[in-house]
């Protein structure tokens, strides 16, 4: 049976008030996290209570035999 783990991302934003999405920047951290095995499989925007939105990426990678659970994790930001 596959087993995997999971990472969720904030997009970043830009602008004095952090209104607007950094597609940029944004995509340098999806990649980056893609070319270390993690794959994309939801995004979704949701308002918060101050009016603002936020964008949130869900990702995932496969574990195996050369990355077993608790080792390489997903904890951290930046692999």
Known sequence: MKKFEYKIVSGVMKGMAKMNLDHEATEE???GLGL?????????TYGKSSGLA???FI???E???DRPAG?????????
Do not use: M, N, Q
């Open 29 to 31: 951290v999806l990649t």
């Open 71 to 79: 080792e390489d994790s997903a904890f951290g930001f930046v692999e």
């Open 54 to 56: 936020e964008h949130i």
């Open 36 to 44: 270390v095995g993690w794959e994309l499989v939801k995004a979704y």
């Open 59 to 61: 990702l995932k990678r």
């Open 63 to 65: 574990l195996g035999p």
